[in-house]
């Protein structure tokens, strides 16, 4: 229970997955990301894939309720 | 002690017995703010007009004999909370185009009710993404104790405000540290409330599950005033808790004896400068905590955190960046879009580990009444410092000064900050964390460090 396991291997590791969900994910959004934010949306991206492979690497029970609306 | 640097509790206590009127306070405050406000930039909105006029009427309640434990006590609030007769800015250039509020936010309502009166509104981040209190639109908000440094963020001008001596109390919000930053960089006591405990109706959100409000002030005794007379169920904020007031002006006092504190380690001890441990295990030390204890998944839960809070703010703010990129802040703008990116299932699994990680924390609770941690890595950086050198690897300045009050806030712990001076320097800030529900336990922490001088305000040479 709530062990850890390696991170994904599915995750954008290199500049090309980065720039490749910037492109998918800017055209499913209706977002333009011009060329002058390119740099720093791919800078914010790459903290968020870092943040993810520690967030999906951490195993949950099949039945562990999400929390949006938390009760301390 | 000149008017400008009496506490919250001081003022009102003078102006219930007549020494000194709402009127005269008030007036004070406003010139004070126009005389040296340029110095530190953190008002993007004074209130002269309304504020004397609620100072006339709070005059005339306490002629009348009524005992307001707010009496006069100038405030100011973050641009995020509705001021009525302004639009919500939120710290943006897009959000001034809004109507101006037709209501205050329910926290301004009820602090009003208690005899303090508004006198204006704050500087902030832009739309509360950010730990540095730098806004390219309205400028940044400066360090009283030195002006070349930040605040912090994202309620820069709520730390700003009161670290200067122009009001004694501000409101904050905090989603990830923004009340707990401007109090470390700024050397203010900041009570961030557990999740759900203050209203948040009529103000403008950043990440619905982490967004919470609260007080800065320049005295434990001030957060908790202010702190009481905010409570209460609410139902215009669906995530407001049903529970009645639970009264903490009465509890301040009665010590730190049979409090089991602990000093939080492992995650909490790296990536830190040395005065950031060091005021730590000078709070420790004040308070015979000698025991420490890690929290093993603090890293995942502020990883966590950082995933719903790109992924919510950029949820919120979408439209906009579809429509009007261009009028965000870069730095803002940049992280927003790059939070739209992010699939569903990652922002799914962080909810999930929320509940893991309360667990784990409850379980330390048996144990302990109170966990010490750094407020920040570091002092105030300068302003527009873009990196700094944690544990000798380069990061960014912007999304990790909050590495220590993240995993905090993720779960909703009640948390006060309290003010620590190493030197000469600028101040730096511990966390006071509590359980759920018990913010009167930490408010009696930071009572007691206070008046033992081991914690403090400093008047600034402004």
């Known amino acids: 229970m709530h062990t850890k396991k390696p991170a994904s291997p599915s995750l954008p590791a290199d500049e090309a997955a980065l720039d490749t969900l910037i492109d998918a994910g800017a055209a499913l959004s209706g977002l333009s990301v011009e060329s002058a934010y390119r740099a720093g949306v791919k800078i914010h991206l790459n903290a968020v894939t870092n943040a993810a492979k520690l967030v999906l690497a951490f195993e949950v029970e099949d039945d562990a309720e999400p929390d949006p609306v938390f009760r301390p | ?462």
């Open chain 2, 1 to 462: 002690m000149s008017m400008e640097w009496k506490t919250a509790s001081a003022t009102a206590d003078a102006v219930n017995k007549k020494e000194l009127s709402a009127a005269e306070v008030v007036a004070s405050a406003i010139k004070r703010i126009a005389a040296l406000d340029s110095k530190t930039n953190s008002f993007t909105d004074v209130l002269a007009a309304r504020a004397h006029e609620t100072a006339a009427a709070v005059d005339k309640r306490v002629a009348r004999s009524e005992r307001l434990p707010l009496a006069g006590v100038p405030f100011a609030v973050k641009n995020l909370f509705d001021v009525k007769g302004i639009p919500t800015r939120a710290g943006s250039k897009i959000n001034r185009e809004r109507k101006p509020s037709t209501l205050d936010s329910v926290l301004i309502e009820r602090l009003e009710e208690q005899g303090a009166v508004l006198v204006g509104a704050l500087n902030m981040g832009e739309f509360a993404y950010d730990f540095t209190g730098e806004n390219v639109h309205d400028g940044a908000a400066r360090n009283p104790h030195d002006p070349t440094h930040m605040t912090g963020g994202s309620s820069s001008g709520s730390g700003a405000a009161v670290a200067a001596g122009y009001v004694p109390l501000s409101l904050g919000s905090d989603t990830n540290g923004s009340i707990r930053v401007p109090a470390s960089f700024c050397g203010l006591f900041g009570l961030k409330p557990t999740y759900g405990r203050l209203s948040r109706a009529r103000s403008f959100p950043f990440v619905a599950s982490l967004d919470h409000l609260g007080p800065l002030a320049r005295s434990a005794m001030d957060l908790s005033l202010s702190y009481d007379a905010m409570q209460g169920p609410d139902h215009e904020d669906p995530v407001c808790a049903q529970r009645e007031v639970e009264i903490t002006v009465t509890e301040i006092a009665k010590g730190v004896k049979g409090l089991r504190v602990a000093k939080l380690t492992g995650y909490f001890a790296k990536q830190g400068e040395p005065e950031a441990y060091a005021a730590t295990d000078r709070i420790a030390k004040a308070l015979n905590a000698f025991e420490t204890v890690s929290l093993d998944d603090a890293a995942v839960a502020r990883a966590s955190a950082y995933l719903i809070t790109a992924s919510e703010g950029a949820a919120l703010h979408l439209d906009r960046l579809r429509e009007r990129a261009g009028d965000f802040d870069p730095d803002v703008r940049d992280r927003l879009i790059a939070g739209a990116m992010i699939p569903a299932v990652w922002t799914i699994q962080a909810q999930k580990i929320r509940r893991h990680f309360r667990a784990q924390v409850r379980e330390l609770f048996e144990r302990f009444d109170i966990l010490l941690a750094p407020a920040t890595p570091t002092r105030a950086p300068k302003i527009g410092q873009k990196t700094f050198k944690l544990d000798g690897q380069e990061m960014l300045v912007r999304p990790n000064i909050g590495i220590y009050t993240q995993p905090i806030s993720f779960i909703g712990l009640p948390v006060v900050a309290v003010p620590v001076w190493p030197d000469n320097g600028l101040p730096i800030g511990v966390q006071v964390i509590a359980p759920p529900w018990r913010e009167d336990l930490a408010l009696r922490v930071a009572y007691q460090l206070e008046r033992d001088g081991v914690c403090m305000s400093k008047e600034p040479t402004l």
